[in-house]
């Protein structure tokens, strides 16, 4: 069985190769080879292949091989599933942890060098890092702020000077996505951002090693987590081979590798019974993007109220060194959350069973419904212990999936949350949706939300989903809650 899973592990890293040479540019002398052999119809998609990704700015998105990579992406999902039918039905029966982490790492190393697929919040991260570490406070001030010319201010002038330090700055610069919109991020992850530029400014590989390292230490967590839980390490396949999980840390360096890091590690404290390490894990993932916020009905049987103070009091003070930046004290603080209050209101894209509530009521009181069903299901969950880890597993799968769905905006990478718990506790429709969610990329080609697709994607999903009861009318418990996640 090694043999066969040798075998797709080799395709698979085939596919990644051909997706990297597709995203660099395949280049004039393979394009008159392609135009040679291939049937005229398709000559015209070659001149695509021939831009590749590294011109994504700097041509038309139809000028750009999606179809390519949508095509590419799919084939490496069909050989994930075959992977992962392997690892289900004989997972007991033989061990091949060091071959499934050693493809794990070759398809992310095949894809680390490429140009961005569809992708420019890197370049924000860059410059936010910069910024941060040149004193200015990123949440007070927007990118756009670095176009004043001649400065009036003394920021400005800074702002603008880091803009101009180098071509390579001015390039970085331009690939910025709304510039007008300040910081997002939380301290953990600008913190990180300001390392990298201490390190390396301006350098697109050093920021992605940076999000890889903490994939990879991710992939470890996994597998001490398995072995606590006396389960499989082969289980880590699931994480380790996951296209989405590949393309959108790997190659497009999203910072939700460092939270998900952070979540695993509380994790695994949770099962240690570690309190201190569970509050370092959590607060950590928090601060490295709010999503982890909805788990604490999970982690407070472990930390208590004064755990959740603690977690509460340190997310405060982490915030403090970027008020005190160019503001002569805290009078910066209603500027800190103005990024995030802006992507709330402004930001929808791929969205679920928001969409459809937002039809009916209008999608102020969608996002009103969608919180209050949020922090209901928290309530419902925060009244079970969690003696196992496998029933907090489940709890987890389950907050993340309804926040998921309930979502205003649903981008690929925010997806990649639940993937680490799903070899844990194995959900069909969940491991649909790593897949699905791929579809909105189709979107790029007319820069716009193509809705028939979102509406197919998520109809799978949820027509996965539905079948299962959500509530167990026999007891009524919060456990059978959960267990809708492990289907």
């Known amino acids: 069985m090694k043999r066969r899973l040798f075998f797709i592990g080799s395709a698979t890293l085939a596919v990644y190769a051909l997706m990297a040479w597709a995203a660099i540019g395949i280049g004039d002398r393979s394009a008159a080879v392609l135009r040679s052999i291939l049937p005229h119809v398709l000559h015209p998609t070659i001149g695509q292949w021939e831009n590749g990704f590294a011109r994504f700015y700097d041509v038309p998105n139809s000028a750009v091989p999606i179809v390519t990579f949508l095509a590419l992406l799919a084939a490496a999902f069909v050989l994930y599933a075959a992977a992962i039918r ?68 003394e920021i400005g002038k800074q702002l603008s000077d880091l803009r101009r330090e180098s071509p390579q700055s001015e390039m970085i610069f331009s690939r910025i996505g709304r510039k007008d919109v300040p910081a997002v991020y939380p301290p953990v992850s600008m913190g990180l951002f300001a390392l990298v530029a201490a390190i390396r400014p301006d350098s697109e590989l050093a920021m992605k090693a940076m999000i890889l390292g903490f994939d990879i230490a991710t992939m470890v967590v996994i597998v001490f987590i398995l072995k606590a839980m006396k389960r499989s390490p082969a289980a880590v396949l699931i994480y380790a081979w996951s296209p989405l999980v590949i393309k959108e840390f790997a190659n497009s360096g999203h910072l939700d590798a460092i939270g998900i890091f952070f979540l695993l590690l509380a994790f695994w404290f949770w099962i240690r019974r570690s309190r201190v390490g569970v509050i370092a894990g959590w607060t950590g993932s928090i601060l490295s993007k709010y999503f982890a916020v909805v788990l604490a009905p999970i982690f407070w049987r472990r930390i208590g109220l004064a755990g959740l103070i603690a977690a509460g009091i340190v997310s405060v003070l982490s915030f403090v060194p970027f008020l005190l930046m160019d503001t002569g004290g805290m009078a910066g603080i209603s500027n800190t959350f103005s990024g995030f209050v802006t992507f709330g209101k402004e930001w929808k894209f791929n969205a679920g069973l928001f969409r459809v509530i937002e039809f009916a009521v209008g999608t102020q009181m969608a996002k009103f419904i969608g919180a209050a069903v949020i922090l209901g299901l928290m309530a419902l969950l925060a009244r079970n212990k969690y003696d196992s880890p496998r029933r907090a597993a489940r709890a987890i799968l389950l907050l993340l999936f309804a926040s998921l769905v309930l979502s205003p905006i649903v981008n690929p990478w925010y997806v990649t949350w639940i993937v680490p718990f799903l070899c844990l506790t194995i959900s069909p429709a969940m491991l649909a949706l790593t897949a699905l969610v791929n579809v909105s990329y189709a979107g790029f080609i007319d820069s716009r939300e193509i809705l028939w697709l979102t509406a197919v994607e998520w109809g799978i999903v949820l027509g996965l989903i539905i079948p299962w009861s959500l509530w167990n009318p026999r007891n009524g418990s919060a456990e059978s809650v959960a267990r809708a996640a492990d289907l």
């Open 86 to 153: 392997v690892i289900v039905k004989l997972q007991d029966r033989f061990d091949s942890l060091k071959l499934i982490l050693g493809f794990g790492v070759a398809f992310r190393l095949v894809l680390f060098p490429a140009p961005l697929i569809l992708e420019n919040d890197l370049y924000r991260y860059l410059w936010e890092g910069k910024v941060a570490l040149a004193g200015v406070s990123p949440y007070r001030h927007a990118p756009i702020g670095a176009f004043c010319d001649p400065c009036d201010d």
